[in-house]
Nanobody, 123 residues
Framework: VQLQASGGGLVQAGDSLRLSCAAS????????MGWFRQAPGKEREFVAA????????SYSDSVKGRFTISRDNAKNTVYLQMNSLKPEDTAAYYC?????????????????WGQGTQVTVSS
């Protein structure tokens, strides 16, 4: 499975961005998918995850109410709509495919990772 993340960029605080992650190869719509992010000098942290049907979502407290995760299984694509961006959201964002169908905040629950897309929010 290959994951291609896109949509990152340089924005100002308060702006919005929409990240996309397209999966190819031996894909399956039965797996949950997630977004993580990693800022320089920090560990990769959970951002959001979505169940394979899209009916169950999970968010970190730091993005809850501002970010929305969604997926289109027909396109093998997961999205992350990011609103009201803050400078502390600056990081490389990674999408990942989970081993199971239930959303998880644990990195160990994911076995395929994309290459990351950079999001930079200026104040």
């Amino acid at each position: 499975v290959q994951l291609q993340a896109s949509g990152g960029g340089l924005v100002q605080a308060g702006d919005s961005l929409r990240l996309s992650c397209a999966a190819s190869g031996r894909t399956s719509s039965n797996n949950a998918m997630g977004w993580f992010r990693q800022a320089p000098g920090k560990e990769r942290e959970f951002v959001a995850a979505i169940s394979w049907r899209g009916g169950v979502t999970s968010y970190s407290d730091s993005v809850k109410g501002r970010f929305t995760i969604s997926r289109d299984n027909a396109k093998n694509t997961v999205y992350l709509q990011m609103n009201s961006l803050k400078p502390e959201d600056t990081a490389a964002y990674y999408c990942a495919v989970a081993r199971g169908s239930v959303p998880s905040a644990s990195r160990s629950s994911y076995h395929y990772w994309g290459q990351g897309t950079q999001v930079t929010v200026s104040s």
